[in-house]
């Protein structure tokens, strides 16, 4: 599938760094996007002038000859949006869409047409080509546009082709995932401070040892269990750190974090499913 037009419908920080990661990775160039949104002309100029793509808040000239169509708005928007781009939406096109709760199928309801439509859920280091990204074909989606969209994703991160069901488990897990990691650094950095060190120094030292853990986890062949192991040694100074991680139930905390992430994914599902 040749894709000469791109139309990004919403153009929120989530769009922002797929756009970004996109362009850098050259799999598309400025002038093919056309982004789009309803009411911030300022966003809209602030996109055009950085990264020199067309920009409009007409939806009719963003979709003219779209090939592929990225739905970037508000879950709640979805039905309001959909009926507005109804007569510029077509089989030829492939609509990816990055809205958590919102189904393939109501999306194919409220156009009135079978339309090829893949759910994604990439997170905000997209725009650092560092995205964990899961996606997952509605019913009329070929193999042709599977691959398209995995190869798109690709350019920003690593790709997981899952069943649509599993895309609120992507959401809380790695949708949300960039903000659990910056609780924990902000939270280190803090405590780094609270102890004695300068803001700048807690903040190189808890950056780079997040970035050097990180690294080492996927470069490794060991698990996360195996690395925590080899570091926690018996009665040395990460060991009575972690003790009180466990004597404060944060691994249950973290587990009961993810699952609220989901569980509030699928309440948000809810009104596009009756």
């Known amino acids: 599938m040749l894709v000469e037009k791109v139309a990004f419908i919403g153009s929120g920080e989530l769009a922002e760094s797929l756009l970004k990661g996109f362009l850098d990775k050259k799999f598309i160039a400025a ?3 056309w982004m789009n949104n309803h009411t911030n002309k300022e966003r809209l100029a602030d996109l055009e002038k950085t990264y020199h793509v067309h920009t409009t808040q007409d939806k009719a000239l963003a979709l003219k000859n779209a090939d592929l169509i990225i739905f970037a708005f508000r879950p709640a928007d979805t039905g309001a949006a959909v009926a507005e781009m109804k007569p510029f939406l077509n089989r030829d096109q492939l609509i990816i869409t ?8 109501f999306i194919q309801s409220a156009a009135g047409v079978d339309l090829p439509i893949v759910r ?7 725009s650092i080509g560092l995205s964990a990204t899961g996606i997952a074909a509605g019913t009329c989606v ?9 190869q798109l994703f690709e350019t920003v991160g690593t790709v997981s082709v899952v069943t649509e069901n599993d895309i609120d488990v992507i959401a809380g897990v790695a949708g949300s995932g960039p903000a659990y990691l910056y609780y924990l ?7 780094g401070v609270r102890e004695g060190l300068s803001e700048a120094s807690s903040a190189l030292l808890v950056q780079q040892t997040l ?6 986890l996927k470069r490794s062949e060991k698990s996360a269990s195996d690395l925590l192991n080899a570091v926690a040694t018996p009665g040395g100074t990460t060991q009575a750190g972690i003790d009180t991680l466990d004597n404060h139930s944060v691994r249950e905390a973290v ?8 569980v509030r994914a699928k309440e948000m599902s809810a009104p596009f499913s009756k």
Do not use: F, R, W, Y
């Not at 990055?98 to 199928?105: C, E, I, W």
């Not at 970035?211 to 080492?216: D, E, K, Q, T, V």
């Open 211 to 216: 970035l050097g853990a990180a690294n080492l």
């Open 185 to 191: 650094a902000q939270s280190m950095q803090e405590a």
């Open 98 to 105: 990055l809205m958590v709760g919102v189904p393939t199928a």
């Open 142 to 150: 070929s193999d042709t546009q599977l691959k398209l969209a995995k």
């Open 120 to 126: 994604a859920m990439p997170n905000t280091s997209a």
């Open 255 to 262: 587990n009961a974090c993810i699952h609220q992430a989901i």
């Open 31 to 33: 002038d093919q996007v």
